[in-house]
C-alpha cells in the first residue's frame, strides 16, 4: 500500500514562500513523475514528502495515516539521491544492508533479502566492492537496492538519473520502469527532463513556482495542456506559440502549434519563411525557419529527410485540428 | 649532455642543502656520542676539546643505559605521547561535531576555540602550573578550598547535615610533585593542542555528503549511529593525520616539562638530553641517537597503522 495524499500543504524558508497551498492524490502503485524546470519546488515537495523538511502548514497523509510530524524513517518511504548518497567506506553489502541493520533485522534474514536485491539488480558480483570502485550506473543501482530491501510503501526518486550519461540514462530508465510494473509500489520520480516524465510516468505533475500547473497522463498533458507554461514545457521540440494577429485570426491570445504537426512545403503553405538551421537526426528533421513574421523561430518537424538547405524559403502549414489556443490569461480554450 | 641532467643539476642545490642540513648535525651527535667530551672537567681538561685521541667506543651508550633515568624517560615519553594523542582525538572530534552546527556566535566561538595553539608552550606552562593547578593561589586550590568551605558550612543545615558531615576534607593536589607532573604536562599540552585536532577535523566534518546523512535518516540511522557509522568513518583520515603530526610533536616536548617540575619525576628523553648536555655533552649525544632510534620505531609503527588509512 502507498496511497500519498497533500491537503493544504505549504513550505516557507523564511519570508519565501516556495510551495503555496497545494493538494495532491498519488494512488496507490501509480509512477507519478514531478517535472519543472529548475526551482520550481520539486524537490522540496518531495523532500517534503519524505519529510527531510517539515511542511509549514497542511497535513501530509500516507495510506490515510497523517504522517505530518511522523520522523522520516518511520514513514515508510525508501529515496534515491542524486548523488545517490551511498556510505563511501561500506562495501556494497554493507550499504544494502544498513536499513536493515538500524531496524534490527536478524543476520539471516539480512542475507536474504540482499542476495534478493543483489539479483534482481545484477550486482552479484559487486558485493564486496566499495562505491568508489564502481561506475555511474553501478551506485544507481545499489542506491536502489538500498532502497528496496526496506520493503517500502512508496519509492521516492530525486533527479537520480541526471549523473548518467546519456545511454545509462536511457537503460535505467527502463529497468526502473521495469521495476515499478514488477513491483507494483508507489513511486514518485522527480526530474527536470520532460522526455523522462513523458516515459515513465502513469502520471505527470506539472510544477511551477511551486504551483501545480497541471496533473494528468502524458498523453493528456501532450494533447490537452491545460495552459501556455505546460505546453511549452511538455514536448520535445518545444511548441511553437504565437501571439498577435496571426493568434486573433483563431479568437485567442495565444495559439501554439507542434512542431511535429506542421507540414513543410517548398511552393506553397499558409505561412511563408527562410530556412535557418536543420537538424538531421536521420529518422526525423527537426528545421529552424527564420522570418515567418509569427515568432523568432518556427520549429518544425518532418518525418525522414527533406531536400531544403540554408536560406531557402519554405512554406508551413499546420495540420487541422492540431492547433491549441488559449485565452489572454493563458488558459486552454477548447 | 642528456635530457636529465639538466634537471637534475637544477635540483642539486636543495638536495645538497637537504643533505647538510640533516647530515652535519646526525653525524656530529654520532661523532660526539663516541668519545669523552664534558664542558668542564678540572682533572682531565683534555676532554674539554672534542678530539679522536678521546674515543671512548661504546662507554656513553653504556652509561646511559646504566643511569637511573633512562628507562623512565623512555616509559614516560611513550606515556606522555600517547595519553595527548587519545585525550586530543577524543576531545577534537566531540568539539568539532559540537562546533559544527549552526548557532549564533559560531564565529566568536570558533575563534575562541582555536586560540590555546597561538599560546607559546612555555607561556602555557607558567599560565597552568601557577594559576590553574597551584594547589594554594590556583584556581584549583581556591576551587578545592571552596569545596570544603561550602561542605563545612552545611554540615550543621537541617535534614541534609548528615549527608555533608560524612563527606572527607578535600586535598588540593600538588602538581609539582613527582608522582602528578606528567600528568599536569598531559593537560597543558592536551589544552594546547587540542584547537589544533579540531581545526582539522572541523574543516573534514564541512566536506561531509549532507545527502549521505538524510539518506541514512531515512535509513532510520539514530544520530549516534550516523556519528558512528558516517562521521567517524569519514573522520578517518584527518584523524591519522592528527596523531601522526602530533606524535612527531611531542616526542620533543620540554619547555612544560621544565616549567612544571625541572624534571623531577617527570622526564622524557629531550629533557635527559637537556640534563647531560649541562656538562656531559658525550652522553646527552648518546642519548640523542637513543632518541632518533625510538623516534624511527614510533613512526615506523605509526606509518604501518595509519598509512594504510591514508593510502586508501
Same mark, same amino acid.
Given at each position: 500500500?502507498? =496511497?500519498? #495524499?497533500?491537503?493544504?500543504?505549504?513550505?516557507?524558508?523564511?519570508?519565501?514562500?516556495?510551495?503555496?497551498?497545494?493538494?495532491?492524490?498519488?494512488?496507490?502503485?501509480?509512477?507519478?513523475?514531478?517535472?519543472?524546470?529548475?526551482?520550481?519546488?520539486?524537490?522540496?515537495?518531495?523532500?517534503?514528502?519524505?519529510?527531510?523538511?517539515?511542511?509549514?502548514?497542511?497535513?501530509?497523509?500516507?495510506?490515510? +495515516?497523517?504522517? %505530518?510530524?511522523?520522523?522520516?524513517?518511520?514513514?515508510?518511504?525508501?529515496?534515491?539521491?542524486?548523488?545517490?548518497?551511498?556510505?563511501? &567506506?561500506? %562495501?556494497?553489502?554493507?550499504?544494502?544492508?544498513?536499513?536493515?541493520?538500524?531496524?534490527?533485522?536478524?543476520?539471516?534474514?539480512?542475507?536474504?533479502?540482499?542476495?534478493?536485491?543483489?539479483?534482481?539488480?545484477?550486482?552479484?558480483?559487486?558485493?564486496?566492492?566499495?562505491?568508489?570502485?564502481?561506475?555511474?550506473?553501478?551506485?544507481?543501482?545499489?542506491?536502489?537496492?538500498?532502497?528496496?530491501?526496506?520493503?517500502?510503501?512508496?519509492?521516492? @526518486?530525486?533527479?537520480?538519473?541526471?549523473?548518467?550519461?546519456?545511454?545509462? =540514462?536511457?537503460?535505467?530508465?527502463? !529497468?526502473?520502469?521495469?521495476? &515499478?510494473?514488477?513491483?507494483?509500489?508507489?513511486?514518485?520520480?522527480?526530474?527536470?527532463?520532460?522526455?523522462?516524465?513523458? %516515459?515513465? +510516468?502513469?502520471?505527470?505533475?506539472?510544477?511551477?513556482?511551486? #504551483?501545480?500547473?497541471? #496533473?494528468?497522463?502524458?498523453?493528456?498533458?501532450?494533447?490537452?495542456?491545460?495552459?501556455?507554461?505546460?505546453?511549452? @514545457?511538455?514536448?520535445?521540440?518545444?511548441?511553437?506559440?504565437?501571439?498577435?494577429?496571426?493568434?486573433?485570426?483563431?479568437?485567442?491570445?495565444?495559439?501554439?502549434?507542434?512542431?511535429? &504537426?506542421? !507540414? #513543410?512545403?517548398?511552393?506553397?503553405?499558409?505561412?511563408?519563411?527562410?530556412?535557418?538551421?536543420? !537538424?538531421?537526426?536521420?529518422?526525423?528533421?527537426?528545421?529552424?525557419?527564420?522570418?515567418?513574421?509569427?515568432?523568432?523561430?518556427? %520549429?518544425?518537424?518532418? +518525418?525522414?529527410?527533406?531536400?531544403?538547405?540554408?536560406?531557402?524559403?519554405? @512554406?508551413?502549414?499546420?495540420?487541422?485540428?492540431?492547433?491549441?489556443?488559449?485565452?489572454?490569461?493563458?488558459?486552454?480554450?477548447? | 649532455?642528456?635530457?636529465?641532467?639538466?634537471?637534475?643539476?637544477?635540483?642539486? /642545490?636543495?638536495?645538497?642543502?637537504?643533505?647538510?642540513?640533516?647530515?652535519?648535525?646526525?653525524?656530529?651527535?654520532?661523532?660526539?656520542?663516541?668519545?669523552?667530551?664534558?664542558?668542564?672537567?678540572?682533572?682531565?681538561?683534555?676532554?674539554?676539546?672534542?678530539?679522536?685521541?678521546?674515543?671512548?667506543?661504546?662507554?656513553?651508550?653504556?652509561?646511559?643505559?646504566?643511569?637511573?633515568?633512562?628507562?623512565?624517560?623512555?616509559?614516560?615519553?611513550?606515556?606522555?605521547?600517547?595519553?595527548?594523542?587519545?585525550?586530543?582525538?577524543?576531545?577534537?572530534?566531540?568539539?568539532?561535531?559540537?562546533?559544527?552546527?549552526?548557532?549564533?556566535?559560531?564565529?566568536?566561538?570558533?575563534?575562541?576555540?582555536?586560540?590555546?595553539?597561538?599560546?607559546?608552550?612555555?607561556?602555557?606552562?607558567?599560565?597552568?602550573?601557577?594559576?590553574?593547578?597551584?594547589?594554594?593561589?590556583?584556581?584549583?586550590?581556591?576551587?578545592?578550598? $571552596?569545596?570544603?568551605?561550602?561542605?563545612?558550612?552545611?554540615?550543621?543545615?537541617?535534614?541534609?547535615?548528615?549527608?555533608?558531615?560524612?563527606? /572527607?576534607?578535600?586535598?588540593?593536589?600538588?602538581?609539582?610533585?613527582?608522582?602528578?607532573?606528567?600528568?599536569?604536562?598531559?593537560?597543558?599540552?592536551?589544552?594546547?593542542?587540542?584547537?589544533?585536532?579540531?581545526?582539522?577535523?572541523?574543516?573534514?566534518?564541512?566536506?561531509?555528503?549532507?545527502?549521505?546523512?538524510?539518506?541514512?535518516?531515512?535509513? $532510520?540511522?539514530?544520530?549516534?549511529?550516523?556519528?558512528?557509522?558516517?562521521?567517524?568513518?569519514?573522520?578517518?583520515?584527518?584523524?591519522?593525520?592528527?596523531?601522526?603530526?602530533?606524535?612527531?610533536?611531542?616526542?620533543?616536548?620540554?619547555?612544560?616539562?621544565?616549567?612544571?617540575?625541572?624534571?623531577?619525576?617527570?622526564?622524557?628523553?629531550?629533557?635527559?638530553?637537556?640534563?647531560?648536555?649541562?656538562?656531559?655533552?658525550?652522553?646527552?649525544?648518546?642519548?640523542?641517537?637513543?632518541?632518533?632510534?625510538?623516534?624511527?620505531?614510533?613512526?615506523?609503527?605509526?606509518?604501518?597503522?595509519? $598509512?594504510?588509512?591514508?593510502?586508501?
Amino acid at each position: 500500500m502507498g =496511497r500519498i #495524499v497533500l491537503e493544504n500543504v505549504t513550505k516557507s524558508f523564511g519570508d519565501v514562500e516556495v510551495i503555496p497551498p497545494l493538494d495532491l492524490t498519488i494512488e496507490d502503485g501509480e509512477f507519478a513523475v514531478f517535472v519543472g524546470p529548475s526551482g520550481c519546488g520539486k524537490s522540496t515537495l518531495l523532500r517534503l514528502i519524505a519529510g527531510l523538511e517539515d511542511t509549514s502548514s497542511g497535513k501530509i497523509l500516507i495510506d490515510d +495515516a497523517d504522517v %505530518t510530524a511522523v520522523s522520516p524513517s518511520k514513514r515508510g518511504l525508501a529515496m534515491v539521491f542524486q548523488s545517490y548518497a551511498l556510505y563511501p &567506506h561500506m %562495501t556494497v553489502r554493507k550499504n544494502i544492508a544498513f536499513p536493515m541493520r538500524m531496524a534490527g533485522v536478524s543476520d539471516a534474514e539480512q542475507e536474504k533479502r540482499i542476495a534478493a536485491a543483489a539479483k534482481a539488480l545484477n550486482l552479484t558480483d559487486y558485493l564486496d566492492r566499495k562505491p568508489g570502485q564502481l561506475s555511474g550506473g553501478q551506485r544507481q543501482r545499489v542506491a536502489i537496492g538500498r532502497a528496496i530491501v526496506r520493503d517500502p510503501s512508496a519509492f521516492l @526518486f530525486d533527479e537520480p538519473l541526471s549523473n548518467l550519461d546519456a545511454a545509462l =540514462r536511457v537503460g535505467m530508465r527502463l !529497468e526502473i520502469c521495469e521495476m &515499478h510494473s514488477r513491483m507494483e509500489t508507489t513511486m514518485i520520480y522527480v526530474t527536470h527532463d520532460q522526455v523522462e516524465a513523458m %516515459t515513465m +510516468a502513469d502520471k505527470i505533475v506539472v510544477l511551477q513556482a511551486g #504551483v501545480i500547473e497541471q #496533473v494528468g497522463s502524458p498523453l493528456d498533458l501532450y494533447h490537452k495542456p491545460r495552459n501556455v507554461f505546460v505546453a511549452g @514545457f511538455i514536448g520535445s521540440p518545444r511548441m511553437n506559440l504565437f501571439s498577435g494577429p496571426e493568434a486573433a485570426k483563431h479568437d485567442a491570445a495565444t495559439i501554439g502549434i507542434r512542431p511535429e &504537426h506542421t !507540414e #513543410v512545403s517548398t511552393t506553397e503553405g499558409t505561412w511563408k519563411g527562410i530556412v535557418g538551421v536543420a !537538424e538531421h537526426l536521420g529518422s526525423d528533421t527537426f528545421i529552424h525557419v527564420h522570418d515567418t513574421g509569427l515568432a523568432d523561430t518556427v %520549429t518544425v518537424r518532418i +518525418a525522414g529527410d527533406i531536400a531544403v538547405s540554408h536560406g531557402d524559403t519554405v @512554406f508551413l502549414t499546420p495540420q487541422a485540428g492540431q492547433i491549441h489556443r488559449f485565452n489572454a490569461d493563458g488558459l486552454r480554450i477548447d | 649532455m642528456s635530457d636529465r641532467t639538466l634537471p637534475r643539476l637544477l635540483q642539486t /642545490p636543495a638536495v645538497v642543502l637537504l643533505l647538510i642540513w640533516m647530515l652535519v648535525p646526525l653525524s656530529m651527535t654520532l661523532y660526539f656520542s663516541f668519545i669523552r667530551y664534558v664542558l668542564n672537567n678540572l682533572r682531565r681538561p683534555e676532554w674539554t676539546t672534542p678530539s679522536l685521541s678521546n674515543w671512548r667506543g661504546f662507554g656513553n651508550y653504556e652509561f646511559v643505559l646504566k643511569s637511573k633515568d633512562f628507562l623512565f624517560a623512555i616509559q614516560n615519553s611513550l606515556f606522555i605521547v600517547c595519553s595527548i594523542l587519545i585525550l586530543t582525538v577524543i576531545l577534537g572530534v566531540l568539539i568539532a561535531v559540537l562546533v559544527n552546527r549552526t548557532f549564533p556566535g559560531r564565529g566568536i566561538v570558533r575563534v575562541l576555540l582555536i586560540s590555546p595553539f597561538f599560546v607559546m608552550p612555555a607561556v602555557n606552562g607558567v599560565l597552568w602550573i601557577n594559576m590553574l593547578l597551584d594547589p594554594v593561589l590556583g584556581l584549583q586550590g581556591l576551587a578545592v578550598n $571552596g569545596l570544603n568551605d561550602l561542605a563545612a558550612s552545611l554540615r550543621d543545615a537541617p535534614l541534609i547535615g548528615w549527608f555533608f558531615s560524612l563527606w /572527607p576534607e578535600f586535598e588540593p593536589i600538588s602538581f609539582r610533585a613527582t608522582q602528578t607532573s606528567a600528568y599536569a604536562v598531559i593537560m597543558m599540552v592536551t589544552w594546547q593542542w587540542t584547537p589544533f585536532a579540531v581545526l582539522i577535523f572541523m574543516t573534514s566534518l564541512q566536506s561531509e555528503d549532507q545527502q549521505q546523512k538524510e539518506a541514512a535518516v531515512l535509513d $532510520g540511522a539514530s544520530t549516534w549511529a550516523q556519528f558512528r557509522f558516517l562521521t567517524v568513518p569519514h573522520l578517518g583520515r584527518p584523524i591519522a593525520i592528527v596523531v601522526m603530526i602530533q606524535a612527531i610533536f611531542h616526542l620533543s616536548l620540554y619547555a612544560e616539562i621544565e616549567i612544571v617540575s625541572r624534571g623531577n619525576g617527570n622526564k622524557n628523553l629531550p629533557y635527559l638530553i637537556g640534563e647531560f648536555a649541562n656538562n656531559n655533552i658525550g652522553a646527552a649525544s648518546a642519548t640523542g641517537i637513543f632518541a632518533v632510534i625510538l623516534a624511527n620505531i614510533v613512526a615506523i609503527f605509526l606509518l604501518r597503522m595509519i $598509512g594504510k588509512t591514508l593510502m586508501e
